[in-house]
Structure formats: C-alpha cells, structure tokens
C-alpha cells in the first residue's frame, strides 16, 4: 500500500511540473462567448453591451501566472476540485471550515495531502457568484456617478467568474486523474503520460472546436439559489466523466494527428456547452437573486 501511495505522489508531483491551463485560451474564450448565448433578456442593459470585455476575462485567472510567490499559492487551487480526494465528506459552504475538516476528519493524513491539494474550486465559483450577487444589489440601489463604476466591478467578476464556471465543465478539473491516470491499478490502460490535459482541453479543442459546434448544445437557462450546492453538483458530474474521457484519450480520439473522432468531438463540445450553461446561469442567477435583501447575519461572539 505504501509503494502504491509513492507512486501515485511521484506521478503527480512529476505532473505538477508542467503547466496546466484549463480549456486553454481558445476553449475559454469559446466557453464565456456561448454563455452569451440564450441569455434571458432581463438583465441591465449595460451588461449585454459588456460581452467582449466578459469573454476577454475568461482567460484571466491563467494569465496571471507567475506574477509572484503570494499568488501562485493561492490561484492554483482555485481551478479544480480533487473530487476522490473529498467524496466521502459533508462539504461545508465556507472554504475555512472546509480546510479544518480536512484535518479532522484525518483526510489529509488518510491521502498523504496538504490542506490545499484537493483544491477549492466549488468554493471559489460560490465566492465569486455571492460577489457578483452583491455587487448588482449595490447598483439596484445606485446613483451616477457611483452606478458606472459599480458596473466595471460586475463586468471584471463576471468575466472572472466564468472562467472557474468554465473550469469546472472540465472533467480534468475534478479529479485526481488531473494529467494522466494515477489511480491504482489501471487494468485499462489509461495514459499516464503527463499530457492528456493539453492533449484534451488544449491541442484537441484549438484542432477540432469552433464555437458553432457548442452553442446549440446548451441547456435551457436555470435560476440558482444555493451557489455552492450548485457548483458542487456540477463538479461531480464532471468528475462521473472521468473515464469517459480517459477512455476515449486511450483509443485516440484526441489525437490531432488523425481525422477528427465525432465521438471525441461530440463529447468536447457537451463539456464546453455545460461549461458555457453554468456560466450563463450563474450570471443571471446572481442579477436575480440581487432583487433580494442580504441574508441577516447573527452578529460574532466574543
């Protein structure tokens, strides 16, 4: 048991070199570009005449990258969720409670892991989309000139926002298989290799996905309420695509060397038209939801 654990930390840790970015450019532009799409049409005008800047700051979160120490330890985790990592716990809505759950619940010493290696993507899309919420409940109650700066702070977390959305349409993006199959044992014989993530969400996606292959594939507009709960849902049904998609890497299906697989290609523009729904319905779900008065809070106790 305990060579199979060095084994599985080697292969990660040898993954974890390399650098990893969901969807990639073109994928994420493709994504924030079809939430667009099929957008209810109630929504402050302002924010329909935003949509470039909104697909622009969908690559965001990966361009910044290498800006310094501080933010290099807290962006990664932000993009996935390690999803086998914390299957059997109650997740809580609030990421701090969530990291001291990790220690009593022992998962962390049950996995051999830090207290950020199961990543905190659900959290970090709940965050921004209670943001988002309260940023256009300010402007309901706003006045020039303070409504137009108000409306740049939606625009940037919006387009932030749908960046991680995005993330979490990506099946490499919940689970521990993140680049190359870890788990123990393979019978099946999924790669290994440390390049399926760029295989799939990069090389696959800029190769074979052009944004008429996702749009009619998204799903009718869905009003969410419980922000965490709706992230989470989603990631596990990314993460119940796990194999799928290993399974397809395996047979070639994303190989951009040979004729384009319409498996491969119906499978990838599903995911970015999940992708892209999520985002669509997280925007409008927080315009919303804005109409609402802020949730009273008890106040703290010394």
């Not at 650098?19 to 939430?35: M, T």
């Not at 470039?52 to 361009?63: G, S, T, V």
């Not at 990543?119 to 706003?142: C, D, H, V, Y």
Request: overall charge negative; proline content about 8%; some cysteine.
């Amino acid at each position: 048991m305990l060579a199979v654990k060095n084994l599985v930390v080697t292969v990660v840790a040898l993954c974890l070199a390399l650098p990893l970015f969901a969807w990639g450019e073109k994928g994420h532009y493709i994504c924030s570009e079809a939430a667009t799409f099929n957008l209810p049409t109630d929504m402050p005008t302002f924010f329909y005449k935003s949509y470039p800047e909104l697909i622009f700051l969908a690559y965001d979160p990966d361009r910044w990258r290498g800006a310094g120490d501080s933010l290099d330890a807290v962006n990664p985790p932000d993009h996935f969720l390690d999803y086998e990592f914390v299957s059997d716990l109650d997740l809580p809505p609030d990421r701090y409670k969530f990291i001291a759950l990790l220690g009593s619940s022992r998962a962390m010493r049950r996995h051999g892991i830090s207290n950020t290696s199961t990543g905190f993507l659900p959290w970090k899309i709940a965050e921004m989309t209670e943001l988002l919420t309260n940023e256009f409940r300010q402007w309901r109650s706003a006045r020039e000139p303070e409504r137009a700066l108000i409306e740049h702070d939606i625009i940037h977390v919006a387009g932030v926002l749908g960046h991680f959305a995005g993330d979490a349409s990506n099946p490499h993006h919940a689970t521990i298989n993140f680049d190359g199959w870890v788990m123990m044992p393979n019978p099946n014989h999924y790669a290994t290799d440390c390049d399926t993530h760029q295989r799939f969400e990069t090389r696959f996606v800029s190769h074979a996905i052009v944004l008429d292959d996702v749009t009619p594939r998204l799903n009718p507009p869905q009003l969410r309420t419980d922000y965490f709960k709706s992230a989470l849902d989603f990631i596990r049904g990314s993460n119940a695509l796990v194999e799928t998609l290993y399974r397809m890497d395996r047979d070639g299906g994303f190989d951009v060397f040979r004729p384009v697989s319409p498996q491969a290609k119906e499978f990838t523009a599903d995911r970015l038209a999940a992708g892209a729904s999520f985002i669509r319905d997280l925007w409008w779900s927080a315009w919303k939801n804005s109409a609402n008065p802020p949730k009273r809070r008890a106040p703290p106790v010394d």
